[in-house]
């Protein structure tokens, strides 16, 4: 379920999908302000994304929203951490990018998981909130040192790599909002799970 008719809820769900992603793709980065400061601009940048994404819904339905938010939202997410962060341009797009890749997938498996065990707002919400703590966490504890060394020792070659997420998102929310939204699409499901097994 989308609950696409529900403009509070929907705005709070991307918030969170939003704060999530953004946790992820910090697990991974170093950056070169104190935290307070990146705190501060990660503040601005949610209530950007809770006016644009409330006022979207709202004016021009949340099918259009679906094809937007790469640029509505994961395009000012990749360009502020990165101007946040100690990254070149090419590793940048590369890491945040696969980020907003694994968050999109695993927002839209919450969403027909609890689609088909015909859940509320609030299990939707929790299931949503539980995967981004368990990702977070992880990524943090096993994953942060050995890819931040890894992206250290290796300087080239990142613009390639930089292709394939970039590539695969677009690909992605093409499949999951064309002609109409995935949740009435069980073929571009399919499509899109085969894609992420690519």
């Known amino acids: 379920m989308l609950f696409e008719d529900n403009i509070p809820y929907s705005t709070l769900k991307t918030l969170l ?15 070169k302000y104190s935290a307070k400061r990146v705190a501060l601009i990660f503040f601005l940048y949610l209530s950007y994304v809770a006016a644009s994404s409330a006022s979207i819904i709202t004016f ?17 997410a990749i360009v502020l951490v990165f101007k946040l962060a100690k990254d070149q341009p090419a590793k940048a797009v590369f890491i945040y990018t696969t980020q907003i890749l694994i ?14 065990i015909n859940g509320t707002e609030l299990t939707d919400f929790f299931m ?18 050995p890819f931040l060394w890894f992206t250290e020792v290796t300087n080239s ?42």
């Open 103 to 116: 968050s999109s997938y695993a927002s839209a498996t919450v969403t027909l998981i609890n689609t088909a």
């Open 17 to 31: 999908i939003v704060l999530g992603t953004l946790g992820m793709m910090c697990t991974t980065t170093r950056f």
């Open 60 to 76: 021009l339905g949340y099918p259009f929203y679906l094809r937007v938010f790469p640029f509505t939202i994961s395009v000012p």
């Open 157 to 198: 070659g990142w613009l390639v790599l930089a292709l394939i997420p970039c590539s695969l998102l677009a690909f992605s929310v093409t499949l999951a909002s064309y002609p109409i939204p995935y949740t009435q699409n069980p073929t571009n499901v399919v499509y899109i799970y085969l894609l992420s097994a690519v």
């Open 128 to 145: 949503r909130f539980m995967f981004y703590a368990l990702v977070i966490l992880l990524e943090y504890r096993f994953l942060r040192r």
